[in-house]
């Protein structure tokens, strides 16, 4: 039977979207993880990063993820976790030596070494290399002698150094930015393209199991794959189909993957149309008024205290956008979610050619987008 795998990331438990708690729609989505678990009984569960979705979580985050871990373990699940750039590598790993015992494995701080973990088959080991969210300034002294001046050259130089054996079959669990990514609005963006990843590092893995990116995509081919978020996290991502992805090995060079669909308690959802239309009984029946809402009014006027009335019929509006002559003129609809998706060094460009009526030079660019980098690689 080939190994086989379900791939998690970016958990982001504690996340508020919107002011609202997303507490009870994560404990809810795991309960549906754990019932997949039980169905398709895999090898092990790989976490890609971003468990918590602040560096210094909640106690009912920390609580959430221990009764999803311990449940797997009484499962006899092995899971093997990284921490993401939302998360601190020390905190998550803490306990880490005595919780391998009942198969948690959690990735130990980065110290220039990565030991696999492994699991065995028919065809032999498959061997588990965990390597949580770097950046150049946290590899670059643990390798005096090579030059780590951006993000691909600090994980070549962390994959070489695992010395990965490749008669075997090995699995990579990382947190970065793999260039051709497609980025959506709720997920930290770097000067630039600073950040990226180029994937012909992870030439010597089976199986990339990525997080960081909050839709589900492959990178190239399926080898190397984020699995996205089990939730939806902004209204960037309405038209997500969030699933789980189960990876599986068989000979040494036989991958399969495939996913399978998650449904939440509450979905993301958008809307638009005068507040008379949204409000009459014939729209919203055909809805689940219990979902999240972005909500986008067309009327010409506003409407008085909208927020209000619009919450007796959607309890759950977290945005309310007017669509209309005065903001199509005052470019104000949707403005703030565009500049979400944009980097510091194209907002800044924006920003220096709105009070200087020109862009920025080549050589002004540069300063910029080198200070950009500079901070940062120091935010650590």
């Known amino acids: 039977m080939p190994v086989k795998f379900i791939?998690?990331?970016?958990?982001?438990?504690?996340?508020r979207v919107n002011e609202f708690s997303m507490m009870e729609d994560q404990?809810?989505?795991l309960e549906e993880i754990l019932n997949i678990v039980d169905e398709e009984q895999p090898d092990g569960v790989l976490i890609a990063g971003d468990v918590y979705d602040?560096?210094?979580?909640?106690?009912?985050?920390?609580?959430?993820?221990?009764?999803?871990?311990?449940?797997l373990a009484r499962r006899g699940r092995e899971v093997f976790v990284i921490s993401g750039n939302h998360d601190s590598p020390e905190r998550l790993a803490f306990g880490s030596r005595l919780m391998d015992g009942s198969g948690i494995h959690m990735a130990p701080v980065y110290d220039g070494t990565v030991v696999p973990a492994e699991l065995e088959d028919e065809y032999g080991p498959v061997r588990i290399y965990l390597l949580p969210f770097l950046k150049p300034a946290g590899v670059r002294r643990f390798f005096p002698d090579r030059e780590v001046d951006s993000y691909t050259a600090a994980i070549q130089a962390a994959v070489d150094a695992m010395e990965v054996d490749r008669q075997v079959r090995n699995v990579l669990v990382t947190h970065q930015f793999v260039t051709g990514a497609s980025?959506?609005?709720?997920?930290e963006i770097s000067v630039g393209g600073a950040d990226n990843v180029d994937a012909s590092v992870f030439e010597p893995f089976d199986y990339v199991a990525l997080g960081h990116i909050h839709g589900p995509q492959n990178i190239g081919s399926e080898?190397?794959?984020y699995c996205g978020t089990p939730l939806k996290y902004s209204f960037s991502?309405?038209?997500?189909?969030?699933?789980?992805?189960?990876?599986?090995?068989?000979?040494?060079?036989?991958?399969?993957?495939?996913t399978i669909p998650l449904t939440p308690k509450r979905d993301l959802k958008e809307i638009r149309?005068?507040?008379?239309?949204?409000?009459?009984?014939?729209?919203y029946d055909g809805l689940n008024r219990e979902d999240y809402y972005h909500i986008t009014l067309t009327d010409e006027e506003d409407v008085r205290d909208a927020v209000g009335k619009l919450r007796v019929v959607y309890p759950n509006l977290m945005k309310l956008d007017y669509d209309n002559r005065r903001t199509r003129a005052s470019g104000q609809i949707r403005g703030a979610e565009q500049a979400e998706t944009k980097s510091p060094l194209e907002l800044f460009g924006e920003f220096y050619k709105k009070q200087n009526g020109q862009d920025m030079s080549p050589e002004q660019t540069a300063l910029i987008r080198d200070m950009i980098e500079e901070i940062w690689e120091g935010d650590r």
């Open 7 to 15: 791939h998690l990331s970016d958990l982001h438990l504690g996340k």
């Open 27 to 29: 404990e809810y989505i």
């Open 54 to 71: 602040k560096s210094v979580p909640s106690g009912e985050a920390v609580q959430l993820f221990d009764k999803f871990l311990t449940r």
């Open 183 to 187: 980025r959506s609005e709720s997920e």
């Open 223 to 225: 080898r190397i794959r």
């Open 237 to 258: 991502e309405a038209n997500h189909k969030k699933s789980v992805t189960v990876a599986e090995l068989g000979r040494k060079g036989e991958l399969t993957v495939r």
């Open 273 to 283: 149309g005068t507040y008379m239309e949204l409000t009459a009984k014939t729209f």
